[in-house]
C-alpha cells in the first residue's frame, strides 16, 4: 500500500483517506488507531457499534478474554484485546494499573492504601479499582511526568 | 524476585528495630539483672531474619482477595511464633511459662506492629500519589 501525505490549506479541513480493494481486519486496525489518535473508540453494545470519546472512559478491564470499557454508569465491549486498547490509549492518559486493567488517570479522584503493599484507586463516580504491587512503580513514572 | 527481596528487605528492618525493643520490654520484666556479652546484639538480626522466612517463602505475585491475605497472615504469625518459641527455650517451654507467653505476645505485637508501620507507608505513598496525580490532572487539563 502506498502512503502519500500531502499539506494541504489551513482553510481547509484535514482529513485521512484510505484506498483499499476490501475492508479488512487491517484496514479496520487502522481506522481504529486513527479513531483513537482523535481522542475516539470503538465499542459494542450488544449488536450496535458504539464510538466512545476517550475522555469519557473511567477505565478497562479484560474478563475471560474480552474487554470492557467503563464509563460514569455505562460499560461496552470492545473488539480489542486489552494490549491493543493500551496501545490505542498510549497518547492518553491512561496507564496500566494491573495485569487486567488500564484506567484513565484524569477520573481518578484518589489514591489509598490496600492490602498486602497495594494500593485503591477511587474513580470519580465511586468505583475502587486496585493497583498491583507490579504496576505502582509505572503508575509513579507517568504522574510525576 | 527483585520486588520479593525489597519487601522482605522492608520487614526484616522493621522487625528487628522492634525486637530489639520487644527484647529491651521483656528483659526489663524477667530478668533485669541479667548481663550479656556482645553476643546477644546479633539475636534481634537472626530472629528478625527468621521472621521474615515465612513472608519470603509465601510471597506470591498473584493477585489475592482480602480474606486469601488475612488467611496467608495468620498462617506466617503460627510460622514466626513456632520458630520463634522454639529457637528461645529450644523444647523446655513448660519450664518457661510466663517467659513463653510474653515472647508469644511480643511476638504477636511485632508481627502487627510491622504490618502497622508498612500499612503507615503505604499510606504516606499513598498521598504523595494522590498529591502528584493531582498535579498531573491540572497539568493536563
Known amino acids: 500500500m502506498e502512503i502519500e501525505v500531502i499539506t494541504i490549506g489551513e482553510d481547509k479541513k484535514e482529513y485521512i483517506k484510505i484506498g483499499c480493494h476490501r475492508v479488512d481486519s487491517n484496514i479496520k486496525e487502522i481506522v481504529r488507531f486513527i479513531e483513537s489518535r482523535q481522542g475516539k473508540i470503538d465499542g459494542k453494545d450488544g449488536d450496535s457499534l458504539v464510538s466512545i470519546p476517550v475522555t469519557d472512559i473511567f477505565y478497562a478491564e479484560s474478563v475471560d478474554n474480552k474487554t470492557f470499557i467503563y464509563l460514569q454508569k455505562v460499560c461496552y465491549e470492545s473488539g480489542l484485546r486489552l494490549y491493543e486498547l493500551e496501545e490505542a490509549l498510549s497518547g492518553h492518559s491512561f496507564v496500566r494499573i494491573s495485569k487486567s486493567v488500564i484506567v484513565n488517570l484524569m477520573k481518578v479522584e484518589s489514591i489509598r492504601p490496600a492490602l498486602n503493599g497495594r494500593y485503591m484507586c477511587r474513580l470519580m463516580n465511586g468505583e475502587d479499582v486496585i493497583i498491583s504491587r507490579k504496576y505502582v512503580a509505572g503508575v509513579k513514572e507517568k504522574i510525576s511526568r | ?141
Open chain 2, 1 to 141: 524476585m527483585k520486588e520479593r527481596l525489597r519487601e522482605t528487605a522492608k520487614n526484616f528492618f522493621i522487625s528487628t528495630v522492634l525486637i530489639i525493643a520487644a527484647m529491651y520490654v521483656t528483659g526489663s520484666l524477667f530478668a533485669p539483672d541479667q548481663t550479656f556479652g556482645y553476643e546477644v546484639m546479633i539475636y534481634p538480626l537472626i530472629y528478625g531474619f527468621l521472621a521474615c522466612i515465612p513472608s519470603f517463602v509465601m510471597y506470591t505475585n498473584k493477585e489475592l482477595s482480602v480474606r486469601q491475605v488475612l488467611i496467608r497472615n495468620i498462617i506466617q504469625l503460627i510460622i514466626i511464633l513456632a520458630i520463634v518459641e522454639a529457637m528461645v527455650f529450644r523444647g523446655h517451654i513448660s519450664e518457661f511459662t510466663p517467659q513463653a507467653v510474653a515472647v508469644a505476645v511480643s511476638v504477636v505485637v511485632i508481627y502487627f506492629g510491622v504490618l502497622l508501620i508498612r500499612y503507615k507507608m503505604d499510606q504516606k505513598t499513598a498521598q504523595e500519589m494522590t498529591d502528584q496525580l493531582k498535579a498531573f490532572q491540572n497539568k493536563t487539563n
